[in-house]
Nanobody, 115 residues
Framework: QVHLVESGGGLVQPGGSLRLSCIVP????????MAWFRQAPGKQREMVAR???????RYAASVKGRFTISRDNAKNTVNLQMNSLKPEDTAVYYC?????????WGQGTQVTVSS
Protein backbone atom coordinates (compact mmCIF):
# COMPACT_ATOMS: atom_id res chain seq x y z
CA GLN A 1 0.00 0.00 0.00
CA VAL A 2 1.43 3.34 -1.06
CA HIS A 3 0.70 6.69 0.55
CA LEU A 4 1.92 9.82 -1.14
CA VAL A 5 4.13 12.17 0.85
CA GLU A 6 3.63 15.90 0.58
CA SER A 7 6.13 18.51 1.74
CA GLY A 8 6.74 22.24 1.74
CA GLY A 9 3.97 23.57 3.92
CA GLY A 10 4.40 26.06 6.71
CA LEU A 11 3.35 29.34 8.23
CA VAL A 12 3.41 32.35 5.93
CA GLN A 13 2.09 35.89 6.06
CA PRO A 14 -0.66 37.05 3.73
CA GLY A 15 0.83 37.85 0.37
CA GLY A 16 3.62 35.35 0.82
CA SER A 17 4.55 32.28 -1.18
CA LEU A 18 5.11 28.58 -0.62
CA ARG A 19 6.05 25.70 -2.88
CA LEU A 20 4.62 22.27 -2.20
CA SER A 21 6.05 19.05 -3.57
CA CYS A 22 4.84 15.48 -3.83
CA ILE A 23 6.85 12.47 -4.97
CA VAL A 24 4.75 9.94 -6.85
CA PRO A 25 5.68 6.34 -7.71
CA UNK A 26 6.42 6.09 -11.40
CA UNK A 27 3.75 3.50 -12.13
CA UNK A 28 1.15 5.99 -10.91
CA UNK A 29 2.75 9.20 -12.15
CA UNK A 30 3.20 8.02 -15.71
CA UNK A 31 -0.40 7.01 -16.37
CA UNK A 32 -2.45 9.51 -14.41
CA UNK A 33 -3.31 13.15 -14.26
CA MET A 34 -2.24 14.44 -10.88
CA ALA A 35 -3.91 17.01 -8.67
CA TRP A 36 -3.55 18.98 -5.49
CA PHE A 37 -6.40 19.07 -3.02
CA ARG A 38 -6.92 20.93 0.22
CA GLN A 39 -9.13 20.60 3.25
CA ALA A 40 -9.76 23.48 5.59
CA PRO A 41 -11.15 22.93 9.09
CA GLY A 42 -14.85 22.14 8.96
CA LYS A 43 -14.90 21.99 5.17
CA GLN A 44 -14.89 19.25 2.57
CA ARG A 45 -11.75 18.42 0.67
CA GLU A 46 -11.59 20.25 -2.65
CA MET A 47 -9.41 20.05 -5.73
CA VAL A 48 -7.38 23.22 -6.28
CA ALA A 49 -5.24 22.32 -9.28
CA ARG A 50 -4.90 19.54 -11.82
CA UNK A 51 -2.13 18.64 -14.27
CA UNK A 52 -2.67 16.10 -17.01
CA UNK A 53 0.09 13.95 -18.48
CA UNK A 54 0.36 16.42 -21.37
CA UNK A 55 0.88 19.11 -18.71
CA UNK A 56 -2.37 20.85 -19.47
CA UNK A 57 -3.70 22.39 -16.28
CA ARG A 58 -6.91 23.39 -14.61
CA TYR A 59 -7.47 25.42 -11.46
CA ALA A 60 -10.20 26.18 -9.00
CA ALA A 61 -11.53 29.68 -9.45
CA SER A 62 -10.37 30.62 -5.96
CA VAL A 63 -6.69 30.02 -6.79
CA LYS A 64 -6.49 30.77 -10.51
CA GLY A 65 -3.77 33.27 -11.26
CA ARG A 66 -2.07 32.70 -7.90
CA PHE A 67 -1.24 28.98 -7.88
CA THR A 68 0.73 27.05 -10.48
CA ILE A 69 0.83 23.26 -10.69
CA SER A 70 3.70 21.57 -12.47
CA ARG A 71 4.95 18.05 -12.95
CA ASP A 72 8.57 17.03 -13.25
CA ASN A 73 8.58 13.92 -15.38
CA ALA A 74 12.24 13.21 -14.67
CA LYS A 75 11.71 13.18 -10.90
CA ASN A 76 8.13 11.91 -10.78
CA THR A 77 7.11 14.88 -8.69
CA VAL A 78 4.13 17.18 -8.81
CA ASN A 79 4.59 20.66 -7.42
CA LEU A 80 2.30 23.50 -6.42
CA GLN A 81 3.70 27.02 -6.42
CA MET A 82 1.45 29.21 -4.31
CA ASN A 83 1.79 32.98 -4.53
CA SER A 84 -0.19 35.86 -3.07
CA LEU A 85 -1.44 33.60 -0.32
CA LYS A 86 -4.55 34.57 1.58
CA PRO A 87 -5.81 33.53 5.01
CA GLU A 88 -8.56 31.55 3.28
CA ASP A 89 -5.86 29.37 1.70
CA THR A 90 -5.15 27.93 5.14
CA ALA A 91 -5.70 24.19 4.92
CA VAL A 92 -4.01 20.82 4.80
CA TYR A 93 -2.85 20.22 1.24
CA TYR A 94 -2.72 16.77 -0.37
CA CYS A 95 -1.71 15.36 -3.71
CA UNK A 96 -3.41 12.44 -5.43
CA UNK A 97 -4.50 11.35 -8.87
CA UNK A 98 -7.19 13.63 -10.26
CA UNK A 99 -9.77 10.93 -9.63
CA UNK A 100 -8.47 10.31 -6.14
CA UNK A 101 -7.39 6.84 -5.14
CA UNK A 102 -8.32 6.22 -1.54
CA UNK A 103 -5.18 4.27 -0.77
CA UNK A 104 -2.92 7.12 -1.92
CA TRP A 105 -4.02 9.76 0.57
CA GLY A 106 -1.08 10.76 2.70
CA GLN A 107 -0.80 12.92 5.78
CA GLY A 108 -0.83 16.11 3.76
CA THR A 109 1.13 19.25 4.51
CA GLN A 110 -0.26 22.09 6.60
CA VAL A 111 -0.36 25.55 5.08
CA THR A 112 -1.22 28.37 7.44
CA VAL A 113 -1.57 31.92 6.17
CA SER A 114 -1.66 34.37 9.04
CA SER A 115 -0.14 37.62 10.16
Amino acid sequence: QVHLVESGGGLVQPGGSLRLSCIVPGNIFNVNAMAWFRQAPGKQREMVARSARDRSTRYAASVKGRFTISRDNAKNTVNLQMNSLKPEDTAVYYCNTDSPLEDLWGQGTQVTVSS
